[in-house]
């Protein structure tokens, strides 16, 4: 057996599909089954077994799998270890962030990362919450930034911090005052669409107190959403970074949701790949750029 098979391997029995797999790893379905079933022969036995839903462990493929996470982590770790002869990390980190976030932080997150690890490679995602936990667990991204997340024994997720939620209208002269829920539900919201986590949140909180939100447009993309608020087009339910990061801040006002509408900012990792030393590191970055920014 060789390295590419085990990670071939991998991934399918994460993924549950030979499908799945083959379009994340960006290989053709039958060579990747060709590869799977060289291992099943030189092992003597199944692993896998395909049914119409798609593929489910062995006996024999759950001991496999169990071995071939640590044997694909000693490998990463052994080039890291490498790297670190020269005095650096190396290796590459796949980073997702929500688009509310990512125009704020990109520049100084890239920034930092070169600055502290600058033999290791970078690649940064958009994306919507639900969709980079997606990503998490088929291996696409190694770490992102998720709104509203829970831990399942796929992802471990690590609260960062809490966004107060605000409902931003066009501003007409009128200063920000409180607003309760039932205002926030009569108002004529542009929201994202479902799986959005802030919408999600919004949607659960005004069910819970009997109420339900009046969306007069989806829209997917921040941006877009408050250029329509400041036409006068609706409302929009959004943290405060949402505005100092437009351009049309000084035409919207963003009044206080009571009680308080509370957004929760954490890091979602794999649980079932351990972190590599330069990921670890990454994180730590994150961290640290997310703490200074709330000073």
Same mark, same amino acid.
């Given at each position: 057996?060789?390295?590419?098979?085990?990670?071939?391997?991998?991934?399918?029995?994460?993924? $549950?599909?030979?499908?799945?797999?083959?379009?994340?790893?960006?290989?053709?379905?039958?060579?990747?089954?060709?590869?799977?079933?060289? =291992?099943?022969?030189?092992?003597? /036995?199944?692993?896998?077994?395909?049914?119409?839903? $798609?593929?489910?462990?062995?006996?024999?493929? %759950? +001991?496999?799998?169990?071995?071939?996470?640590?044997? =694909?982590?000693?490998?990463?770790?052994?080039?890291?270890?490498?790297?670190?002869?020269?005095? *650096?990390?190396?290796?590459?980190?796949?980073?997702?962030?929500?688009?509310?976030?990512? %125009?704020?932080?990109?520049?100084?997150?890239?920034?930092?990362?070169?600055?502290?690890?600058?033999?290791?490679?970078?690649?940064?995602?958009?994306?919507?919450?639900?969709? #980079? /936990?997606?990503?998490?667990?088929? &291996?696409?991204?190694?770490?992102?930034?998720?709104?509203?997340?829970?831990?399942?024994?796929?992802?471990?997720?690590?609260?960062?911090?809490?966004?107060?939620?605000? =409902?931003?209208?066009?501003?007409? $002269?009128?200063?920000?005052?409180?607003?309760?829920?039932?205002?926030?539900?009569?108002?004529?919201?542009?929201?994202?669409?479902?799986?959005? *986590?802030?919408? #999600?949140? +919004?949607?659960?909180?005004?069910?819970?107190?009997?109420?339900?939100?009046?969306?007069?447009?989806?829209?997917?993309? +921040?941006?877009?959403?408050?250029?329509?608020?400041?036409? $006068?087009?609706?409302?929009?339910?959004?943290?405060?970074?949402?505005?100092?990061?437009?351009?049309?801040?000084?035409? =919207?006002? *963003?009044?206080?949701?009571?009680?308080?509408?509370?957004?929760?900012?954490?890091?979602?990792?794999?649980?079932?790949?351990?972190?590599?030393?330069?990921?670890?590191? #990454?994180?730590?970055?994150?961290?640290?750029?997310?703490? &200074?920014?709330?000073?």
């Amino acid at each position: 057996m060789d390295l590419k098979q085990l990670e071939y391997f991998v991934r399918v029995a994460e993924l $549950g599909s030979f499908t799945r797999a083959s379009i994340v790893l960006d290989i053709a379905q039958p060579a990747l089954s060709r590869q799977i079933r060289l =291992l099943e022969v030189e092992l003597h /036995q199944n692993i896998l077994l395909r049914n119409g839903r $798609g593929v489910t462990l062995t006996e024999a493929g %759950k +001991v496999l799998l169990e071995h071939s996470r640590g044997i =694909l982590h000693q490998v990463e770790r052994a080039r890291e270890e490498v790297g670190r002869v020269r005095g *650096a990390l190396t290796g590459r980190v796949a980073v997702g962030l929500p688009p509310s976030l990512a %125009k704020r932080i990109t520049v100084p997150l890239t920034r930092a990362f070169r600055e502290r690890l600058p033999d290791a490679s970078l690649c940064i995602r958009e994306g919507l919450s639900m969709t #980079m /936990q997606e990503s998490i667990v088929s &291996g696409r991204l190694d770490i992102a930034l998720v709104y509203n997340a829970t831990p399942t024994p796929e992802i471990d997720i690590q609260p960062l911090l809490d966004e107060e939620l605000f =409902l931003i209208r066009r501003a007409e $002269g009128q200063l920000p005052r409180p607003v309760p829920l039932d205002e926030v539900a009569a108002s004529p919201l542009i929201a994202p669409s479902r799986p959005n *986590a802030i919408r #999600m949140l +919004v949607e659960s909180t005004l069910a819970n107190a009997g109420l339900r939100p009046r969306i007069v447009l989806e829209i997917d993309g +921040v941006t877009a959403i408050l250029d329509l608020v400041a036409d $006068g087009a609706g409302c929009a339910v959004l943290s405060r970074n949402a505005i100092s990061t437009s351009d049309k801040g000084a035409q =919207l006002v *963003a009044h206080p949701i009571t009680p308080p509408l509370m957004s929760r900012l954490s890091i979602a990792v794999s649980a079932q790949r351990p972190a590599t030393a330069t990921q670890a590191a #990454m994180q730590d970055i994150i961290r640290e750029l997310l703490a &200074g920014s709330k000073h």
